[in-house]
T-cell receptor, first 116, second 110 residues
Framework: EAGVTQFPSHSVIEKGQTVTLRCDPI?????LYWYRRVMGKEIKFLLHFVKESKQDESGMPNNRFLAERTGGTYSTLKVQPAELEDSGVYFC??????????????FGPGTRLTVT | DAKTTQPNSMESNEEEPVHLPCNHS???????IHWYRQLPSQGPEYVIH???SNVNNRMASLAIAEDRKSSTLILHRATLRDAAVYYCILVTSGTYKYIFGTGTRLKVLA
């Protein structure tokens, strides 16, 4: 089966601009997660979708970040306007339905975002 | 904050076994122990997970202490491709988010 894919692999934008990251989960995976690693820090959870519904968005840093998952398939993460501290690698992951604690999450390769 | 503690780095010789420790003294009864690894320029990759009993799969073995306050990931024969950052993560049943710590950077020497 195809893995989690993310687009673009790398994005360079100027401060104040808008960027949209896309994630395509593994087919059939109802659960979709966004994480990010900013420079020198650990990987941090951002939010979790179950199908098209936001289950947990406690990790979203502020209202400049907007995540959507229309139709419960792919997801987008928009940053508007981007700030320098948003630079980092954004990972998407997906997992099967049902008991998520016992199921692994499959991660994409990440999108490296550089804000100049 | 991460609920696990791991050594920052470890080294191993190629073809030798590697034991990567993880302490999770505050683990609760419903916490699963997951191990992931992150190869350079890639996303984290699932390695193994367990609840109470030791587990084996094609990649590794997971040894869980009887009191579950610690666990050890065992790579039976390290290869150069095993060089990565290994993360030990507790996942509570009913929650979904992974809380990553700093992990252990494994260096494999040829």
């Amino acid at each position: 089966e195809a893995g989690v894919t993310q687009f673009p692999s790398h994005s360079v934008i100027e401060k104040g601009q808008t960027v949209t990251l896309r994630c395509d989960p593994i087919s059939g995976h109802d659960n979709l997660y966004w994480y990010r690693r900013v420079m020198g820090k650990e990987i941090k959870f951002l939010l979790h979708f179950v199908k098209e519904s936001k289950q947990d968005e406690s990790g979203m840093p502020n209202n400049r970040f907007l995540a959507e998952r229309t139709g419960g398939t792919y997801s987008t993460l928009k940053v508007q306007p981007a700030e320098l501290e948003d630079s980092g690698v954004y990972f998407c992951a997906s997992s099967r339905p049902r008991s998520v604690a016992s199921y692994e999450q499959y991660f994409g390769p990440g999108t490296r975002l550089t804000v100049t | 904050d991460a609920k696990t503690t791991q050594p920052n780095s470890m080294e191993s010789n190629e073809e030798e076994p590697v034991h990567l420790p993880c302490n999770h003294s505050t683990i609760s009864g419903t916490d699963y122990i997951h191990w992931y690894r992150q190869l350079p320029s890639q996303g984290p990759e699932y390695v193994i997970h367990g609840l109470t009993s030791n587990v084996n799969n094609r990649m590794a073995s997971l040894a869980i202490a009887e009191d579950r306050k610690s666990s050890t990931l065992i790579l039976h024969r390290a290869t150069l491709r095993d060089a990565a950052v290994y993360y030990c993560i507790l996942v509570t049943s009913g929650t979904y988010k992974y809380i990553f710590g700093t992990g252990t950077r494994l260096k494999v020497l040829a």
